[in-house]
């Protein structure tokens, strides 16, 4: 069996529970089934392309040699990502007028715009909204830059205080038998070739690299999620680091020092999308977690007010993303991209479906650039998948919520 090869089978191997369902088409239409109509959708998006959030992105001896330069401060929203973002926020444009959610010749005035106060956040919103209405002065709700904001971040901090020992079970339950142990040796192949990018072929006879230390979690405290530790947490961190450094377009020789392929990235991509299965997807965690963001989506989706918006966008981080995903029970395999990783720039729609009664139905979709795309800036071939929501049923539609339902199940 070539390297390669090896790769994706332990990629998919490692996420073999994360599988998309049968028959589903990436580029099927997300129209509405026969006696309902879209009036509503909330766009969870995550922010756009941007460096390591710290100017020495991990810690000395990780990598061989020095990490690439970036245009922006750590952590901010590239130019690249930002053109990235108009793009796709065009393309939902379309979309949006086809179903009516946007007007066709006038500003939008039922849209609620919201961001975590990070920059990238709040770029990434302003950017969204430049190409959803270009020309449109659009508000967006956020908080001072860098100001923290806890409805993004519900608990660390205490906002939603954790009982330990649920937070430990939930953890244990999506680790699976033989524990975090277990999981570091199935990724071991993986992990050995990723200490080659970071470190040359002199990887094995060097301290360098990330594969020597031994993966832990910290346990969850009651004002603190659980934590990653080791080589697991070093991997997941310079797989994505590697993701953004090829999504921003950077040359070939300052992608993984020119040792790393788009293949790889994608394959590497799986230690960041295993971090969210075991962290962050877990009903219970991912409920805490939710508990600042889930009121207003569920409140932009039940306003039965005339003012109510029609629109709403988060901007937001992909630990969101892997919350609401956890609690509705969605997976997807974008193009280039990791299963289940949340892509730069990548959202899960929810969109309210009405009959002509009045009553109300919620289904769920994801919505992104490939890694090729991102690359290019562009959004001509978005994947745009519509996906079941775990344990709903609604007028004989599988993955369709009534609006009470899809409320429990944020609510956990």
Known sequence: MTIMRRFRTLLWVAMAANSLPAGASADERLVAPAGLTVDRTVVVMRH??????KAQPMPEGVARDPWPRWPVAPGWL???????VEAIASADRAAFLETRLLPAH??????ALLADSDQRTIATARSYADGLAPGCALSIEHLAQDTPDPLFDQIDGGHAPLDPARAQAAVAAAVGP?????????????????????????????????????????????????????????????????????ADGKPAADVGWGRVTADEITAFGAFHALEFAMLARPPYLAARNMAGLSPRIIGW?????????????????????????????????????AVDDPVPGGA??????????GNH??????????????RAGTARALYRQRLPIAGCTARGIPGLCTLDAFAAKLNG
């Open 361 to 374: 139905f919620i289904r769920a979709a994801y919505r992104a650039q490939s890694l090729d795309e991102l």
């Open 106 to 111: 006038a500003c939008p005035t039922h849209i």
């Open 301 to 337: 989706l039940a306003d039965a007010s005339p003012d109510a918006p029609t629109l709403a966008m988060i901007a937001g981080h992909d630990t969101n993303i892997a919350n609401l995903a956890g609690l509705l029970g969605l997976h997807w395999r974008v193009p280039g991209i």
């Open 78 to 84: 590239t130019p690249h990502g930002a053109a990235a």
């Open 178 to 246: 033989g524990g975090i142990a277990a999981i570091e040796a199935r990724m071991r192949p993986l992990l050995a070739r990723l200490d080659q990018v970071l470190c040359g072929r002199a990887a094995s006879a060097t301290r360098c690299g990330i594969a020597r230390e031994p993966t832990t979690i910290a346990p969850a405290t009651e004002r603190g999620r659980p934590k990653l530790r080791g080589a697991l947490d070093r991997a997941s961190t310079a797989a994505q680091i590697l993701l953004l450094e090829y």
């Open 348 to 357: 899960i729609l929810i969109e309210r479906l009405s009959d002509a009664a």
């Open 48 to 53: 756009g392309v941007r460096p390591p959030t």
